[in-house]
């Protein structure tokens, strides 16, 4: 594998993280590449969703979430205690499962977030940029003042993926963006994946195969322990290697539909 | 993970002074938080407060020398002129105008419970519905006119001026009685309404009628929530105060006839504080007793109230 | 697989016999539903019961008597609708005492008055018109020789049809004469007191509960979890405390303890300070708000947990403080529901009477209250007082006064239930 080249954002080491006693992850290390897009599959709730919520210690918001291990952002650990999760969530950006644009305005559900994080520049360029890149602009700008919720489930979802990177953030964490979408609103956001890696480091969680080999770089297999039930990392490497010749038996198996 | 360990290095290069994520001192987070708490903590001063003005002033009235406890809690007479504090003769009648509050309010309400979650149309809810709403919403002291002006005046043209006195618990207990109501049918029929729709089907399959299902096999299996509701109601009427202070008479009595008059405990805490007592006094004191006896049976039964929802609250969620 | 016959349905009803049974069950069935339906109507017609028996007090038929024919105050043949200002004058100081005469200049100096309401004084103070006794409307319609029966014995007599709720009741002050009492000073004084409780609880409770929501679940310190459940057991068993339980706490606490601050002395508010002592509307109000403040919070933290998780996420998720995504997201989403209860909370708050009983609401007072320092009384004070009172004549404006109260609740609990249908189905 050659990674060497790149550059890293993340890079976590020995996680484990619990919810009460029951251990979730265990003992997982990854790296994290810079403005590429890594996928994490694997079967439901061997931890994948969680994983990711490390990132930008979304599982604070769980009070029975713990975390151990180091989650290192450029060298620093995220679950230091004098790190503020507040500042870390707006560099580390987050897409979720439902599109769950706020019941506000199109332009308010994207300015937000900027003017929350103390953005003084001008907000209707951002706006429209942030739109833009969403590749949303076309089909809204007519109706910005239009409430979000009117949106179509495709067009929700990349409104809320405008107002996650309204903010600038450096990465965009998605979680199963387009599991309630339909085939041909997947295929948009997965263009537009595309498109924002060119700015952004992207690290989406994905249940389709078919979307972790279409869009990422990299992939990470995570798999539940059969005995303690604790998600773990089973493989990760360049997307095409994972897809094409997997050295472990078990990724095999899960992508070539084996797996039971 | 073999990955990681050739990255390591790199990723911590990577410049770790890219921008600091340093806690920052957000003060109006902590100031706004530590109100919430207060709000919060508000309530618990308030039955501190509650517990020590009932316990303090119960404890001079059985520190001055005029009564111990054991005549307090055993006496028929409450007569504070001439010494006599016994809890019995306001008890007495609390407990009768609750009982006769019960008779009409659970057989009622339940039935009003059974008709609208077994039997009634859409539209027959959405007419019943809000008349027990407005049931609920009138003030006691409206129900305290109604009892003395309409009740009573009712119950002696059935049974006679004679029998019947002006003031007698017999009316305050059926009004309030269809105070509680309201409350008995919606938390019964909340009950009845969280009983899993399978259980009726299984029934009808088993070729039950309506009927049948309702009582044998929907009640049955409401049997906390509906007590729930039954213990919840006696408690509100026996801290019911206006509709007695107006409708039973003042004037401690002992007697189980419902047709004379007889202060209850709510009653004669009205009464006395109503008028100008000077603080300090046995009168005040005494209040405070009553209001402390008052304070452990309501707070008593709405506890094993909440422990037999939340009885059954488990075997349905 | 070959059944054996089973001996046991032997025991089953057959055929004649069956029918019968089933009919019988269902008969059974048809009784009880009668049942369960008579119980409902009971329902239904205790309330048109209340509502009947407030009307029939509210209007009726009066036998009026006056003191002094105003026949015979005429001046010059000038009847008294017609007298100027001057004459209506030297006729009040010819009827009445001199102290009283005194008392109504320094009132209000009589050069200063108008003709109107000098003429209102003659009426009430010269002519003294009285009812001597009232009838109900079902009398009033369907009894009629027993009221002309009556009014044969009273020579001097005028029967008149009356509704004792009217303009005038809502604008004049208490009286000591029923046909002559208002409930001004009781409109203004419910509208203090409810104002105060609600200034007080609404933030209380709302704080309360978005602490009980928001935070209490995040708090790490295992002592403060323990004192965080116990406040929400707590507010759950306040909820059911007797509210003249409320009002004793009310009489040590606000009235004793804590008089120098809410009778104004602090402030020298008072220029009396004997006259409320903490029997004041300050007083009152705290009292209610602490009586409220359980149904606020339990109201509100139900509105604020109905907003889904997902707003939360998304707020949290670019960046935003937690109290920025309660503040931008959460509260807007929970406050029609907020509001709702509060509104509910607030006409259980207008319609307590006990709790005020015993922390000493005034029973007579004429002036308007001034201030959170003032004396007070309240509509269902007012109600009380005249209910308590034998004559019929207190009891038909008490019924006028609950017609009042009622229309007030009604009006407050319709605009809680349009809030609630308005925004209450809105999809997130
Ligand atoms: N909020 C939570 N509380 C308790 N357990 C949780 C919670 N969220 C997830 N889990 C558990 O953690 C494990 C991993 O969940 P998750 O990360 O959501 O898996 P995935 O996203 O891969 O499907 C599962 O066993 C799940 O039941
Ligand atoms: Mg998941």
Same mark, same amino acid.
């Given at each position: 594998?050659?990674y060497?080249?790149g550059k890293y954002v993340f890079d976590i080491q020995n996680l484990n993280c619990y919810y009460g006693s029951f251990r979730a992850v265990k003992d997982t290390d990854l790296s994290i590449e810079s403005k590429k897009i890594t996928a994490f599959?694997g079967?439901?709730g061997c931890g994948k969703s969680t994983v990711l919520r490390t990132f930008n210690r979304m599982n604070d918001l769980i009070p029975s979430a713990r975390v151990t291990g180091e989650v290192l952002f450029h060298g620093q650990n995220l679950y230091d205690p004098d790190v503020d999760p507040v500042e870390v969530r707006r560099r580390i950006g987050m897409v979720f499962q439902?599109?769950n644009?706020f ?9 937000w977030g900027a003017r929350i994080n103390g953005f003084k ?30 949106? +179509? ?7 809320c993926?405008?107002r996650t990177i309204a903010p600038r953030p450096e990465v965009i964490l998605m979680d199963e963006p ?6 041909? &609103? ?13 700015n952004y480091t992207i690290i989406i969680v ?9 869009? +990422?770089?990299y992939?990470a297999?995570f798999l539940m322990d059969?005995?303690d039930r604790a998600g773990l990392l089973i493989?990760y ?24 | 993970m073999t990955v990681s360990a050739s990255t390591r290095t790199i990723a911590k290069t990577a410049a770790a002074a890219k921008s600091d994520l340093h806690k920052r001192l957000r003060l109006g987070e902590s100031f706004i938080e530590a109100f919430l708490f207060f709000c919060g903590a508000v309530?618990i ?74 039997? &009634? ?197 | ?26 008969? =059974? ?178 704080g309360a509960a978005i602490y009980l929501e928001e935070y209490a679940a995040h708090v790490g310190n295992p002592w403060l979890r323990r004192l965080n459940a116990i406040i929400q ?22 009235? /004793? ?44 933290q139900?509105?604020i947990r109905?907003v889904p998780n997902s707003l939360r996420q998304a707020g949290m998720g670019l960046g935003a403080t937690k109290w920025q995504t309660i503040w931008h997201h959460v509260l807007?989403? &929970? ?55 034998? =004559? ?27 809030? /609630? ?8």
């Open positions: 594998m050659n060497t080249n599959i079967p439901s439902k599109p644009p019941p506000k305005s199109i332009y308010e559900n994207v300015a520049g001008n907000m209707d360029e951002l706006v429209e940029q942030s739109l833009r890149q969403a590749a949303l602009w076309d089909e809204v700008k007519d109706k910005l003042d239009q409430s979000g919720l009117g949106l +179509s489930g495709g067009q929700q979802q990349r409104l993926i405008a387009c599991s309630a979408l339909d085939p041909i &609103a997947t295929l948009k956001i997965e263009d537009l994946m595309r498109q924002l890696v060119k994905t249940h389709n195969m078919q979307q972790a080999a279409r869009v +990422s770089d992939t297999y059969r005995d493989e490497g360049v997307t095409n290697e994972i897809f094409t010749k997997p050295k472990d038996q078990r990724t095999e198996d899960y992508i070539t539909g084996r797996f039971g | 309530s001063l308030t039955t501190l407060g509650i517990v020590f003005v009932l316990g303090k002033e119960s404890l001079l009235f059985f520190t001055s020398g005029e009564v111990t406890l054991w005549e307090f809690i055993s006496g028929t007479e409450w007569q504070p002129a001439i010494g006599r504090f016994g809890i019995w003769a306001l008890l007495n009648s609390t407990l009768m105008v609750t009982a006769i509050a019960m008779l009409v309010a659970l057989p009622l309400g339940l039935a009003v419970a059974i008709y609208l979650s077994e039997y &009634a149309s859409l539209r027959a809810r959405s007419i019943l519905k809000p008349v027990l709403e407005v049931l609920a919403g009138v003030p006691t002291v409206v129900y305290g006119y109604f009892a003395l002006t309409f009740m009573t005046p009712f119950l002696r043209s059935i049974f006679g001026d004679e029998i019947v006195q002006i003031y007698n618990t017999a009316a305050a207990g059926i009004v309030i009685g269809i105070l509680v109501l309201p409350l008995v049918s919606s938390m019964s029929e909340d009950a009845l309404h969280a009983v899993p729709y399978a259980l009726r089907e299984a029934a009808y399959g088993l070729g039950a009628t309506k009927l049948e299902t309702a009582i044998k096999v929907v009640l049955p299996a409401a049997t906390y929530g509906v007590a729930a509701a039954f213990i919840v109601a006696i408690s509100r009427a026996i801290g019911e105060t206006m509709i007695v202070a107006i409708a039973a008479g003042a004037g401690p009595s002992f007697t189980f006839n419902p047709f004379e008059s007889a202060e209850t405990m709510t009653g004669h805490i009205v009464r006395i504080s109503g008028g100008d007592l000077s603080y300090d006094s046995i009168d005040y004191n005494s209040i405070f007793a009553i209001g402390l006896m008052l304070f452990v049976m309501t707070l008593t039964l709405n506890i094993i109230s909440r422990h037999v929802v939340k009885h059954f609250r488990e075997e349905y969620e | 697989m070959s059944v054996k016959p089973d001996s046991s349905v032997a025991s089953y009803p057959e055929d004649d016999g069956l029918q019968s049974f089933v009919k019988r069950r269902h008969r =059974q069935g048809l009784t009880w539903r009668i049942v369960f339906q008579a119980a409902t109507i009971v329902a239904i017609l205790a309330l048109l019961a209340l509502l009947y028996n407030i009307i029939i007090g509210s209007f009726g038929y009066v036998a009026l008597q006056n003191k002094i024919e105003p026949e015979s105050l005429h001046v010059d043949g000038m009847p008294l609708e017609e007298l100027s200002k001057e004459q209506l004058v030297i006729i009040l100081s010819e009827h009445i005492s001199k102290g009283l005469m005194r008392r109504l200049e320094h009132d209000q100096p009589f050069t200063e008055r108008t003709r109107q309401d000098v003429y209102n004084l003659v009426i009430e103070r010269v002519v003294e018109q009285r009812v001597v006794k009232s009838w109900s409307l079902t009398v009033s319609f369907f009894k009629r020789d027993e009221i002309e029966t009556f009014m044969a014995g009273l020579p001097q007599g005028k029967l008149e049809f009356r509704s004792w709720l009217h303009w005038n009741f809502l604008i004049t002050p208490q009286s000591s004469t029923p046909e002559l009492a208002g409930i001004r000073t009781a409109i203004f004084g419910t509208l203090w007191v409810i104002f105060i409780t609600v200034a007080v609880a609404f933030p209380l409770g709302v057991t707590n507010i759950n068993n306040l909820a059911g405390v007797p509210s003249i339980i409320y009002g004793m706490l009310g009489l040590v606490i606000f009235v /004793r303890v804590m008089e120098p601050l809410t009778s104004g002395a602090f402030l020298g508010a008072v220029e009396d300070a004997t006259t409320a002592n903490g029997r004041t509307i300050l007083s009152a109000g705290l009292t209610l708000a602490i009586l409220i403040l359980p149904l606020i919070i339990i109201n509100a139900e509105a109905a807007p989403n &929970a406050i029609p529901g907020i509001l709702t209860g509060n509104i509910l909370a607030m006409s259980r708050a207008i319609g307590e009477t006990a709790p005020l009983v015993v922390i000493g609401a005034s029973t007579f007072i004429t002036v308007d209250p001034n201030g959170p320092f003032s004396k007070f009384t309240t509509l269902p004070i007012q109600i009380y007082q005249w209910t308590a009172r034998p =004559q019929d004549e207190f009891r038909n404006i008490a019924a006028a006064a609950i017609i009042v109260l009622l229309v007030l609740l009604l009006t407050l609990n319709a605009s809680a239930v349009l809030l /609630r249908n308005r925004y209450g189905k809105k999809s997130l």
